[in-house]
């Protein structure tokens, strides 16, 4: 049961409507990796888990990211204040208000259709979707995904407090801002409290491709480091001997039964390529400058 506090988590202050700054914000509130993405990623992990410990992590994770969806959805009601009542009331003339739209740097889709109010679509106008809620329902593989959700919520509010100058703004996003560092904290912490958590999964990766550096960009600019060389490592640089890795001859078989093999004798047939021709196409008929190397056309063909 959920109960809504009046409240908000953090106070809101904003010294003056800026719907441009408001469409940027809408980025964590209706975007891949914004609030309500974060709470219903939390909220279906956190129903579906089974460890009692992480249960109630997630839930309540999920519960406080409701709380900054409000937090920035107030923020972006108020810097869109001016603009929802004027699209309202219509008190300026045509050409102010379809100016406004554009100069403000509102989106048509955010002023018309929602009237300035915060709408659940990201800074360019794309609906939210339930695609950004990435859960398998594997522990160790959604830690890790909450590990980086936090991590790139984090950079975007970065980047939000360095194109705002409004004070009381810029500490609500750090606030914010901060409260992903701390979740991040908890799910790492939740995820080295599951012993033997990599790999993830319950079954172990084959031992003799486990430890294989394929260096499989070569040239120059080829460089070295603790990712692909030293005693972890079994690093492969001539691919050309050894390929295929698993010592086969590197093919693509299948098994067919006979109805099948004849079939597919027929598809071949069909379908056969006559190498000993060069017959005259539409890119020879009507090649012009630029064309590059086209076969001559017969003369009975013009």
Not at 29 to 53: I, S
Not at 238 to 244: H, K, N, R, Y
Request: charged share 25%; hydrophobic share 35%.
């Amino acid at each position: 049961m959920f109960m809504h506090n009046k409240r908000l988590q953090y106070t809101v202050r904003v010294s003056e409507p800026n719907p441009k700054l408001a469409c940027m914000l809408l980025e964590q509130f209706g975007g891949a990796d914004g609030e309500l993405a974060a709470a219903m990623r939390y909220f279906t992990q956190g129903l579906g888990e089974e460890d009692p410990g992480r249960k109630d992590m997630l839930l309540d994770i999920a519960t406080e990211e409701l709380s900054h969806l409000e937090v920035i959805g107030s923020i972006v009601a108020m810097l869109n204040k001016g603009a929802k009542a004027q699209l309202s009331e219509a008190q300026q003339s045509e050409a102010e208000l379809y100016a406004m739209v554009g100069q403000t740097g509102t989106s048509a889709k955010e002023s018309i259709l929602f009237g300035g109010g915060p709408a659940l679509i990201d800074s360019a106008g794309v609906p939210w979707t339930a695609a950004y809620v990435d859960s398998r329902s594997e522990p160790t593989v959604d830690l890790r995904s909450n590990i980086a959700a936090e991590s790139r919520a984090k950079i975007v509010y970065e980047r939000l407090i360095n194109i705002t100058d409004d004070p009381g703004i810029k500490e609500a996003l750090g606030f914010l801002m901060t409260r992903e560092v701390a979740h991040q904290k908890s799910f790492e912490k939740a995820l080295y409290a599951i012993e033997n958590n990599f790999p993830p999964g319950k079954l172990p990766g084959i031992e003799q491709f486990a430890n294989v550096y394929v260096n499989a960009s070569q040239g120059e600019g080829d460089e070295t480091g603790p990712w692909n060389s030293g005693e972890q490592w079994e690093r492969i640089d001539d691919l050309e001997q050894t390929m295929p890795i698993d010592g086969g001859d590197g093919s693509a078989t299948v098994a067919l039964g006979e109805e099948d093999q004849a079939a597919l004798r027929q598809l071949m047939i069909r379908g056969k390529s006559s190498t000993g021709k060069d017959p005259t196409t539409g890119a020879d008929l009507g090649a012009g400058p630029g064309a590059g190397k086209t076969k001559p056309v017969p003369e009975e063909a013009l």
